[in-house]
């Protein structure tokens, strides 16, 4: 079983930057969907960015295209997710989310195991 600890969180202004951090541990494999989800109050979660971890392949929405960033360090058993240019619009609970490799996508459906969430509160 895979287990996720979703962390980094926390206020910021608008313009600034934060890195969200998503280590797995238990049962890992070579290759995995790691996604980074998002819900603020009274909106449905919605998919952010993805990573296939065998061949690095990602995929983003496109409200956080050019300033977010998706990573992931294998020795670690880390994805990371480099917010930039954060907007008031992206205060939201993130939850990273692990299911197989392969084509990852944004749905949820396709992710199996999620991290508790960290929250992201940006002032402006």
């Known amino acids: 079983q895979v287990l996720l600890a979703d962390s980094g969180g926390g206020s910021v202004q608008a313009g600034g930057s934060l890195r969200l951090s998503c280590a797995s541990s238990?049962?890992?494999?070579?290759?995995?969907?790691i996604g980074w989800f998002r819900q603020a109050p009274g909106k449905e979660r919605e998919g952010v960015a993805t990573i296939e971890t065998g061949i690095g392949s990602t995929t983003y929405v496109d409200s956080v295209k050019g300033r977010f960033t998706i990573s992931h360090d294998n020795a670690k058993n880390t994805v990371f997710l480099e917010m930039n240019s954060v907007t008031p619009e992206d205060t939201a609970m993130y939850f990273c989310?692990?299911?197989?490799?392969?084509?990852?996508?944004?749905?949820?459906?396709?992710?199996?195991?999620w991290g508790q969430g960290t929250q992201v509160t940006v002032s402006s």
């Open positions: 989310a692990a299911g197989p490799g392969g084509d990852c996508s944004l749905r949820e459906r396709d992710f199996i195991t």
């Open positions: 238990g049962v890992t494999y070579s290759r995995m969907c």
